[in-house]
Structure formats: structure tokens, C-alpha cells
């Protein structure tokens, strides 16, 4: 098998298909709603193609290159738990993974990976969705595996949940695997972002840093109706706080040479960081630049699929689909 092909739907700022560039799989095409995040992919992959779309009115037969993949990836938008699923806030959402069910009945890809919130795995009220997908996936040929991954254990400073679904054709789905750890010691926030702190001239850094040995609370992007870029709710600002970090607003710039790092002090006293270092939480690369203002970079970022997660399911895929005559294991599913 030469080299393996994916098309990205939902794709954000590319997290996922950062990674599953790392794993070896080449972009037949990128695919999202919000100019911002198709201009980060463009900037930072020009030879990809991107399409600036709706996934709820894409038609495949325009974009014949989207044929014949061995994966289908998407990062869809966060389903709401319990209650709130059947709100009508939930409705795009909910029409989102519907769409791109019907997708996998035109495309036929080898694989499909579905990366969305931990309740989308086991939560009795998300039930009715995960029935849908097993209805319409498994009379194609498919094999459904749900499972939890944590990015933390992956390398990426942040305790960070994510509810994946891989459904994989009869014929290679033996071979899958979910992914293992690859790390044994979780990255902490002071190890991540100590070179860019350092980075101004600030001599509190690697102050700050040993003290910050904890991994991040999760990051939420939020949407356009949200507001603007935000720590999230109080539980999560607290466990900045005690890393000694401003929760209010983010700064444009790491901290230069006069500032005193000192929390006893309150908030004047705090260490504020930028969008850029939050997507060093997320695993990105120093150089992958984010378009758009402090607001629309911040969204893109919270909102991201980690690569190194991507990369790790990307990996879990090839080694599937690239198993010659795979022993065949059968229905795999999380309660």
C-alpha cells in the first residue's frame, strides 16, 4: 500500500490533521465552516486543499478527490450532555454527526475517526446518537470501537478528555487497536511554556516554572456565541490561579524583563499568557501560526483536536490498514 489518503471535515485549525500528517497519511482535502480557521490551514499548509464549506451542504460528487480514501476524519462540533442534548442549541451539532454518517455512505472510506466529547462514549442520553452511527455504519461493512482518550497521556500538557469512535471496514478492523500512552510522565504547564516565558527576558520564569507542575485544566474555545476568549468556568480559573496565572483576560506577549512575578500580590501579581503559549498546551508546534484576532485565534485553539492525539490515531489506523490479512476480532464497542 503506498501512501494513505484522508479528507478532514470540521477541521478547525488542523490539529487533527497536523497529526494525522505525522502518522504518514496525505490530505485529499480540509474542509470547514469559519474562514479564520481555513486562512491557519492555508498559512501553515499551502499546498493543502482547503474549502471553505459548510460539512450540512457539501456534496462529494462536486469534489470527485474525496473518493476512494482510506480515512475520513472529523473533529465535529462538542455535542451537549445530558439535558441540554435535546435543546435546540444541540440541533447543529447532533445534524453535524448525521452528516457525516451520510459522508461515509458516499465516500466508503477504509476508516472513518470521529473525535468529540467523552459523554459521546458512554452517557445514556447520547445513547440515540450512538445507535444512529451503528445503524447506518455497521450494514456498510463497518466495525465500531468507542473509547476515552486523555491528552495528557500522550505528551500534551493538558488534562484533556476526548470521546473517539474508529470504525473500520471488516476487512481490516481485526488489526485495530486503540491507542496506548505513549508517555509515562505527564508534561506539566511549567515545562511547556518555560522557553517561551524566558523568552522577553523574564528572570521569574523558571520561578514560575517550578512551580506550575501540574498539566492544564481543559482549554474551551467556546463559540461565536460565547463571547470572547475565556478560562472557563471558576472551578477551572482557581486551578490556574494556583499556578500563579491571570484569569481575566490573556496577554499579548510574554512577560519582559520588569515584571515581578509575586501571587501574594493578587492579580497584579500573576503571570498572564498569550493565545500562542495555550496552543503550546495544546500540543501544537511553536511555528503553526493561528489568523485572526486575540478572539478568533483563542477560539480556534481551545476548540482544537490535539496533534499529538491525531497523530496517535492516525498511527492506530495505519497499523490497521496496513496489516496484510488481518485476524478478525469481531464487534468491539464501549458500554
Known amino acids: 500500500m503506498g501512501d494513505l489518503t484522508f479528507v478532514d471535515v470540521c477541521s478547525g485549525a488542523g490539529g487533527l490533521a ?3 500528517e505525522r502518522a504518514g497519511f496525505v490530505p485529499r482535502l480540509l474542509l470547514d465552516i ?12 499551502p499546498h493543502w486543499k482547503v474549502l471553505n464549506a459548510d460539512l450540512l451542504d457539501f456534496d462529494p460528487m462536486d469534489h470527485p478527490e474525496v473518493y476512494d480514501v482510506d480515512l475520513l476524519a472529523a473533529g465535529l462540533p462538542r455535542v451537549q450532555s445530558s439535558a441540554t442534548v435535546t435543546r435546540r442549541s444541540s440541533d447543529t451539532e447532533i445534524r453535524l454527526i448525521q452528516a457525516t454518517a451520510y459522508l461515509v455512505h458516499a465516500v466508503q472510506p477504509r476508516a472513518l475517526v470521529i473525535e468529540n466529547v467523552p459523554t ?4 445514556e442520553s447520547l445513547a440515540p446518537v450512538r445507535d444512529f452511527l451503528h445503524k447506518e455504519l455497521e450494514h456498510l461493512g463497518y466495525e465500531l470501537t468507542w473509547f476515552i482518550l486523555n491528552a ?3 505528551g500534551v500538557p493538558q488534562d484533556r478528555k476526548q470521546g473517539i469512535l474508529v470504525a473500520v471496514k471488516h476487512r481490516w478492523a481485526g488489526a485495530f487497536l486503540p491507542p496506548r500512552p505513549t508517555v509515562h510522565q505527564h508534561l506539566s504547564v511549567g ?3 518555560a522557553p517561551s516565558m524566558r523568552s522577553g527576558g523574564w528572570p521569574d520564569a523558571d520561578r514560575w516554572a517550578a512551580q506550575a507542575t501540574s498539566v492544564a485544566p481543559t482549554l ?6 460565547h463571547g470572547g476568549p475565556d478560562f472557563g468556568p471558576s472551578g477551572t480559573k482557581a486551578k490556574w490561579r494556583r499556578m500563579g496565572v491571570y484569569t481575566k483576560s490573556f496577554g499579548n506577549e510574554p512577560p519582559g524583563p520588569d515584571f515581578k512575578w509575586d501571587p501574594s500580590l493578587g492579580n497584579d501579581g500573576l503571570v498572564r499568557i498569550t493565545v500562542d503559549q495555550t496552543a503550546l498546551l495544546q500540543g501544537f508546534p ?3 501560526r493561528f489568523a485572526g484576532g486575540k478572539t478568533a485565534r483563542y477560539r480556534q485553539v481551545g476548540n482544537a483536536a490535539p496533534p499529538p492525539v491525531g497523530k496517535a490515531l492516525g498511527q492506530a489506523v495505519a497499523q490497521a490498514l496496513q496489516t496484510p490479512s488481518p485476524p478478525h476480532a469481531g464487534y468491539t464497542s464501549s458500554p
Open 18 to 20: 497536523l497529526g494525522l
Open 34 to 45: 469559519e474562514q479564520y480557521a481555513c486562512d491557519t490551514l492555508k498559512v501553515n499548509r
Open 120 to 123: 459521546l462514549v458512554d452517557e
Open 152 to 154: 495528557s497521556d500522550f
Open 191 to 193: 515545562a511547556a511554556l
Open 220 to 225: 474551551v474555545g467556546g463559540s461565536k456565541t
Open 286 to 288: 511553536p511555528d503553526w
